[in-house]
T-cell receptor
């Protein structure tokens, strides 16, 4: 079964600093990969997705992620953190057979320090 | 926003009682999912449906059953609730890859269930 590992359940960065959230996947075949964001008391919403096109994927709110097959990684970055980025972020991977079925990581809570 | 409605949004119940959560969509999407969210575990798939009366188990299906008699409704039932089922439950929908799949799941706002 596919799985993803998110390193760091909590990450704190200063406003204006680089945001780096880590995600590694386990797969022998490049899957589809996703980053979702969850704001307090809300459901998840898609930030960006990798579906075997460009390896550098740009998403909403200035976030981007790079698919690195050699490292089985799909880390999420943003050059300059904003207070509104405070949320929980989830990496997800699609199933190899049923791509519509996603497996989520355990999440990383991002705190922005003023 | 995707038309997904979960009900009830909040429920407190006692151990041993049955509970049904409802997910209703207005998007006519083929796939529907039930996830539970718990601290330290992220989101875990309970059951999913790939069509009317077509369902399958996810990774944490024990103690849960589902039904989908119409495209728009997906019910999650806890036959006899236990304290370990205290959680936030999320419904999600998606199109299929064969049609207009964009690789995105659309989530409802969640149902918070407390089992005493």
């Amino acid at each position: 079964a596919q799985s993803v590992t998110q390193l760091g359940s909590h990450v704190s960065v200063s406003e204006g600093a680089l945001v780096l959230l880590r995600c590694n996947y386990s797969s022998s075949v490049p899957p589809y990969l996703f980053w979702y964001v969850q704001y307090p008391n809300q459901g998840l919403q898609l930030l960006l997705k990798y579906t075997s096109a460009a390896t550098l994927v740009k998403g909403i709110n200035g976030f981007e992620a790079e698919f690195k097959k050699s490292e089985t990684s799909f880390h999420l970055t943003k050059p300059s953190a904003h207070m509104s980025d405070a949320a929980e972020y989830f990496c997800a991977v699609s199933d190899q057979i049923l791509v519509e079925k996603l497996t989520f990581g355990t999440g990383t809570r991002l705190t922005i320090i003023p | 926003d995707a038309g997904i409605t979960q009900s009830p949004r909040h429920k407190v119940t006692e151990t041993g009682t049955p509970v049904t959560l409802r997910c209703h969509q207005t998007e006519n999407h083929r796939y529907m999912y039930w996830y539970r969210q718990d601290p330290g575990h992220g989101l875990r798939l309970i059951h999913y449906s790939y069509g009317v009366k077509d369902t399958d188990k996810g990774e944490v299906s024990d103690g849960y059953s589902v039904s989908r008699s119409k495209t728009e409704d997906f019910l999650l039932t806890l036959e006899s609730a236990t304290s370990s089922q205290t959680s936030v439950y999320f419904c999600a929908i998606s199109e299929s890859r064969a049609t207009r799949w964009a690789g995105e799941l659309f989530f409802g706002e969640g149902s918070r269930l407390t089992v005493l």
